[in-house]
């Protein structure tokens, strides 16, 4: 059984950081590609940060702000958020990828008051 499992999300000021962890398991987490999606309030839900096979992706919106990175030993990705605004507020998703299958977390909240 597959299982993703999002923490670290939280309620930050604006201008603050937080760092969110996705504990893979019952995959071969290092042949899957990982990332991060969001989805806010009446919005679709978006990607914000992919490691593929011969490269990482940001959207444009946190370019230079956020840094997703993963530990095979241990299983997990993250994603070091820094410098949050209120538009990064939503409910963020973690996502492997494996065998054209994709896998999805429950979701961790992060909101960003202003």
């Known amino acids: 059984q597959v299982q993703l499992v999002e923490s670290g999300g939280g309620l930050v000021q604006s201008g603050g950081s937080l760092t969110l962890s996705c504990a893979h398991s019952?995959?071969?987490?290092?042949?899957?590609?990982v990332g991060w999606y969001r989805q806010a309030p009446g919005n679709e839900r978006e990607l914000v940060a992919r490691i593929q096979i011969d490269r990482t992706i940001y959207a444009d919106s946190v370019k230079g702000r956020f840094t997703i990175s993963r530990d095979n030993s241990k299983n997990t990705v993250y994603l070091q958020m820094n410098n949050l605004k209120p538009e990064d507020t939503g409910v963020y998703y973690c996502n492997a990828r494996l065998a054209l299958i994709d896998y999805w977390g429950q979701g961790t909240q992060v909101t960003v008051s202003s």
């Open positions: 019952g995959i071969i987490f290092s042949l899957a590609a």
